[in-house]
Every structure is written in structure tokens, then in C-alpha cells.
């Protein structure tokens, strides 16, 4: 399955180093979204989850330009890097992007939505899901097939 990552340079380093990458950083968003970030781990064999794109148009293949043409709209900081991966079918966790989205609004609202369905919406991805992320355990260094600059 070919997907892209965005990932902080010292992430490619240890990849490189060690041949395998855990993530072990809590970033703002977990910090912000403790009881979503708790229920996804219910969903995953993982604690910390690495995210990826598969999907960011519908029934369109991923590319690097579609890649790009969504990261205009955010600032992203310089030290981070673009990973292109193919990674066995069996290990991702394919969710539906702007539901996981709606959850985390959810819980900045103080929980007003049915979680559950909620839930069930985030992980029912099917042909007519439009931006389609990964959850992915952990990054093998035989996955990485291209690593870009994010920013020029």
C-alpha cells in the first residue's frame, strides 16, 4: 500500500540508525484530545499513533503534488520531511479523515455527538470516502521508498 508521511528529520534519523521507528512523542494534539487520542488506542495495537495519507482526493491515486497542494494551507516547519512508503496491506489502520476530525471537534465541545457512532464512522472507509488516513504501529526503514524536503 503506498502512502505518505510527514515526519520530523530526527524521525528519519533513528529510521536510518536503527531500522525501525516507535513513536514516543505526545504531541499538541494528543495533549489537547486525551480522550480521543485514549479511545483510538482502544482501536489500535498502539499507543502513539503514526499517521499517514493514503487518499486525499477521491478515486484518485496519492501523489506528492496532491501532497504539497495541502500543505500550502498549513505551517508545517522546515525541519520536517515528506516519506513515501509501501507498507504490507495488513498492518494499516485505514480511518476516515475528516471524521476523526469531527470526534476531535466533538471533544472540544464537550462531547455532544453519539461516540460510538462517531467511531463507527471513522473507521468505515469505503469507496466513497474522500481523505483517507492511516494509522500505522511503528515505521520500518525497508518501507521508506522516497524521502523529500518539505520545504525547498
Known amino acids: ?31 489537547q484530545h ?6 483510538l488506542a482502544t482501536h489500535v495495537w498502539v499507543g502513539i499513533p ?7 482526493y477521491k478515486n484518485k491515486p496519492l501523489s506528492l503534488l496532491q501532497v504539497e497542494r ?6 508545517m516547519p522546515d525541519n520536517y520531511l515528506i516519506l513515501e512508503l509501501e507498507v504490507p496491506d495488513n498492518i494499516p489502520l485505514l480511518t476516515n479523515f475528516y471524521d476523526w476530525s469531527d470526534l476531535l471537534f466533538d471533544e472540544e465541545e464537550g462531547f455532544s455527538g453519539d461516540r460510538k457512532t462517531l467511531w463507527n464512522n471513522i473507521l468505515d472507509v469505503n469507496e466513497q470516502s474522500v481523505e483517507i488516513q492511516v494509522i500505522l504501529p511503528y515505521l520500518r526503514k525497508s518501507w521508506v521508498k522516497n524521502v523529500n524536503k518539505l520545504k525547498e
Do not use: D, R
Open 34 to 39: 486525551p480522550i480521543s487520542y485514549g479511545e
Open 70 to 75: 495541502m500543505l500550502e494551507m498549513t505551517s
Open 1 to 31: 500500500m503506498y502512502l505518505i508521511t510527514f515526519q520530523h528529520l530526527s524521525v528519519w534519523e533513528e529510521i536510518q540508525e536503527k531500522g525501525l521507528y516507535i513513536c514516543n512523542h505526545i504531541g499538541g494534539h494528543h495533549e
Open 50 to 56: 503514526i499517521f499517514a495519507w493514503m487518499q486525499v
